[in-house]
């Protein structure tokens, strides 16, 4: 019996490789997380990079709170089982008339992830909508083998190398994923997604969640995740606690000089998609 997810939700999930929307969170909860967001933009310049806001939930508790918020997890144990690892956190946030856009992309041709039993809980900490750039998929697309992929290193891409699949999509197969603030979608690691710009005069934040079941294994390496739910019983990840308290500014500065390591890591080997 699924949590939160009808049985026919589940099923589209299997059958689209996407569900939505599933409310989430309440507007309480939407004004603390979307206003703790603007304060880390607002600190880090306005317009931050990617890597500034990437792995989030390690550092400050407001993103740890809503990456394991309990609702979240509900809708994730639907669709991934009672055992669910948090992999990595990322942040899209697109400004008004933002010419930043999301090419055309399969999440598993970059993550090095050795199983599909991987799914993206994007939650709206916005109205996501079509003229806001809201997500885009081409819904059935995780059931086609992976395709092949260039990186364009476009300017406005909010992808760390621009990666694009090398196919045509027709806008007529494009499902869009409007959202109002407080819900989520979630997405297979292999269906083909991506996102316009912002045309709109308000702003579009997603706080993406990347979810594991403990099987799942990074190929090549060992990397770190937080056991969100359940029990890990193949430790293929060195599982990370919930973060530090501490100062906004040491949080700053921890997750720099992560994701400075991390940058390093990834220019050794190929990147994680929206990292
Ligand atoms: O935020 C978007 O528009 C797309 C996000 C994305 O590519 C992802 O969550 O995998």
Request: proline share 7%.
């Amino acid at each position: 019996m699924p949590r939160v997810l009808s049985e026919a939700q589940v099923e589209r999930y299997r059958e689209d490789g996407i569900v939505f929307p599933i409310p989430a969170l309440s507007p309480a909860e939407v004004a603390r997380f979307r206003d703790a967001f603007y304060d880390l933009e607002a600190r880090l310049g306005g317009k931050p990079s990617a890597r500034q806001l990437s792995q989030t939930h390690l550092y400050f508790r407001w993103a740890y709170d809503l990456a394991a918020h309990p609702r979240v997890l509900d809708a994730v144990e639907d669709v991934l089982g009672p055992d669910i690892l948090i992999w990595t956190v990322s942040i899209f946030p697109k400004h008004p008339h933002d010419p930043a856009y999301i090419s055309w992309h399969q999440d598993g041709t970059y993550w090095g992830l050795t199983s599909t039993q991987v799914a993206t809980a994007w939650i709206a900490l916005t109205d996501s909508t079509v003229e806001n750039g809201g997500m885009r998929v081409v819904a059935g697309s995780h059931k086609r083998p992976i395709l092949p992929h260039k990186e364009t290193w476009a300017k406005d891409n909010l992808l760390s190398r621009g990666q694009e699949i090398q196919v045509d999509v027709r806008d007529e197969d494009a499902t869009d994923v409007v959202l109002r603030a407080g819900e989520l979608s979630l997405h297979h690691v292999n269906i083909i997604h991506g996102s316009n710009p912002n045309r709109a005069d308000g702003r579009r934040v997603g706080f993406a969640v990347r979810f594991v079941t403990p099987e799942v294994a990074q190929v090549g390496e060992r990397v770190t995740a937080v056991l969100a739910r359940g029990r890990d019983g193949y430790h293929h990840f060195d599982l990370l606690q919930e973060p530090p308290g501490g100062t906004v500014e040491d949080a700053i500065a921890a997750q720099a000089a992560a994701a400075r390591r991390l940058h390093e890591a990834l220019t050794r080997t190929p990147p994680a998609a929206g990292m």
